[in-house]
């Protein structure tokens, strides 16, 4: 069972800055895809950014120019970069990674507010 544990999650002002990241227990070269998904309250799930191993990306149009999405295969991590960060992305930011079995992390909250 591959366990994904996120960090970085916090209180911040609008216009401010946070760095996401996702640790895996296993090697995530063997995931195609790692994902960002977020969830605001009353909300559904939603894709925020995906990235391949190939290190192709995809972003939501919500985020596209602010959010950056990373992967290090060779440690294991994922990361998010959110600048110019907006009361609307406050939510729990949950890592995904996709290959022949799909797994998800907990979540980390984020949160957006002068």
């Known amino acids: 069972q591959v366990q994904l544990v996120e960090s970085g999650g916090d209180l911040v002002q609008p216009g401010g800055s946070l760095r996401l990241s996702c640790a895996a227990s296993?090697?995530?070269?063997?995931?195609?895809?790692m994902a960002w998904y977020r969830q605001a309250p009353g909300n559904q799930r939603e894709l925020v950014a995906s990235?391949?191993?190939?290190?192709?990306?995809n972003y939501a149009d919500a985020v596209k120019g602010r959010f950056t999405i990373s992967r290090d295969n060779a440690k294991n991590t994922m990361n998010l970069q959110m600048n110019s960060l907006k009361p609307d992305d406050t939510a729990v930011y949950y890592c995904?990674?996709?290959?022949?079995?799909?797994?998800w992390g907990q979540g980390t909250q984020v949160t957006v507010s002068s």
């Open positions: 995904l990674a996709q290959g022949e079995d799909d797994y």
């Open positions: 296993e090697m995530i070269a063997r995931f195609y895809i």
């Open positions: 990235i391949t191993i190939g290190g192709r990306t």
